[in-house]
T-cell receptor, first 112, second 115 residues
Framework: AQSVTQPDIHITVSEGASLELRCNYS??????LFWYVQSPGQGLQLLLK??????LVQGIKGFEAEFKRSQSSFNLRKPSVHWSDAAEYFC??????????FGAGTTVTVRA | GAGVSQSPRYKVAKRGQDVALRCDPI?????LFWYQQALGQGPEFLTY????????KSGLPSDRFFAERPEGSVSTLKIQRTQQEDSAVYLC?????????????FGPGTRLTVL
């Protein structure tokens, strides 16, 4: 069975600073990997996904993530955060079928 | 917009009451998923429909939970004899087809509080 660990429960970052959110997964085969963002009162929105090919994936809102098979990681990065990036971020892993397994999430606070 | 909608957005129930949560998926989406998100946790899979067929209900926590999608569109998640541990946000998602390759689009969720 697949599983996801997000080691950081909460991260505070200054506006304009860089952001990196960590994600480690456990899965026996090549995983499908996802990052979602959830703002208060909103559903989850897909930021980016990795299926195969280039291990550096670009997403929406200026986010990118890098798949590192040797480290079983799929960390999310943004070079310069905006106040609107304050939200909860979830990493998820999926198999060839439909079932997604989510991490517990990382809450990002952006200070002025 | 034509996103996934859920109703009600908030539901307060007394312990022992039955509740019904509705999900309207994106038109034309074959696959529909229900997730449960406890406070401070990520969503956890409950059940999956392809059209009207419930292909996977392995995540339903007990036989008090029942889901249906009789016409392959709107879905209802029913919880009988609610317990305090049922308090959570219930998320619905839909996708074009039932594969991780297809993006799941999520609704805003229904926050259930059981007193």
């Amino acid at each position: 069975a697949q599983s996801v660990t997000q080691p950081d429960i909460h991260i505070t970052v200054s506006e304009g600073a860089s952001l990196e959110l960590r994600c480690n997964y456990s899965y026996g085969a090549t995983p499908y990997l996802f990052w979602y963002v959830q703002s208060p009162g909103q559903g989850l929105q897909l930021l980016l996904k990795y299926f195969s090919g280039d291990t550096l994936v670009q997403g929406i809102k200026g986010f990118e993530a890098e798949f590192k098979r040797s480290q079983s990681s799929f960390n999310l990065r943004k070079p310069s955060v905006h106040w609107s990036d304050a939200a909860e971020y979830f990493c998820a892993v999926g198999a060839i079928d439909y079932k997604l397994s989510f991490g517990a999430g990382t809450t990002v606070t952006v200070r002025a | 917009g034509a996103g996934v909608s859920q109703s009600p957005r908030y539901k307060v129930a007394k312990r022992g009451q039955d509740v019904a949560l509705r999900c309207d998926p994106i038109s034309g989406h074959v696959s529909l998923f229900w997730y449960q998100q406890a406070l401070g946790q990520g969503p956890e899979f409950l059940t999956y429909f392809q059209n009207e067929a419930q292909l996977d209900k392995s995540g339903l926590p007990s036989d008090r939970f029942f889901a249906e999608r009789p016409e392959g569109s709107v879905s209802t998640l029913k919880i009988q004899r609610t317990q305090q541990e049922d308090s959570a946000v219930y998320l619905c998602a839909s996708s074009l087809a039932g594969s991780s390759y297809n993006e799941q689009f999520f609704g805003p969720g229904t926050r259930l509080t059981v007193l």
